[in-house]
């Protein structure tokens, strides 16, 4: 990659550290790649708005090696459609508990929490966050979700907040340059 092209994205050095060595990110729905808003149509249909950038985040975790994994409290069309269009091959509509789903995802890629990384933005995400060997919020999350983080993201949930997340893994992971050049 010649110096024009050297990529801009850079984050701390102990925060890298953290995360070299994840496998595997967890991500909540409402509040990371959703703005956390709940619109409803005139049909009384739920609607969402997702962010593109973050979409491509997900895609190039996985090209990285890294298994993007969604667990949400919710469910519905738009976002079953949006998770299929991106691929994601790991997913757990409407739990509550989020933990238990992570250990079945952690269990069924034969890794452990010493491999995981996981972003989220309120109560439900806790018992999940603070296992994970690297745990990030959106800069619009719940106070005690930003406290429990390692790092939280400048932008807000649903407003690239998840592709800082993965960008921060991508570098840490070594692949962001390459990836880059990919699009060179």
Not at 104 to 121: F, P, R, S, V
Request: aromatic share 8%; net charge negative; hydrophobic share 45%.
């Amino acid at each position: 990659m010649d110096a024009s092209r050297t990529p801009l994205q850079a984050f701390p050095t102990e925060l890298l550290l953290q995360a070299q060595g994840v496998r595997v990110a967890f991500f909540d729905v409402d509040g990371v790649l959703t703005d956390g808003g709940v619109y409803f149509s005139h049909e009384g249909e739920t609607l969402k708005r997702f962010h593109i950038l973050d979409g491509l985040g997900l895609k190039l975790l996985h090209k990285a090696g890294i298994a993007p994994a969604v667990i949400t409290g919710r469910d519905s069309k738009p976002l079953r459609a949006r998770l299929q269009a991106l691929g994601i091959a790991h997913v757990h509509y409407s739990t509550e508990d989020k933990r238990p789903a992570a250990e079945k995802t952690l269990k069924e890629l034969g890794l452990d929490w010493t491999q995981a990384a996981g972003i989220g933005d309120d109560w439900p995400d806790l018992p999940l966050l603070r296992r994970c060997a690297f745990a990030a919020a959106p800069a619009n999350a719940h106070a005690e979700v930003k406290a429990a983080a390692h790092y939280v993201t400048q932008a807000g949930g649903g407003h690239g907040a998840a592709r800082e997340f993965c960008d921060l893994l991508l570098v840490a992971s070594g692949r962001y340059a390459s990836l880059l050049e990919d699009y060179a």
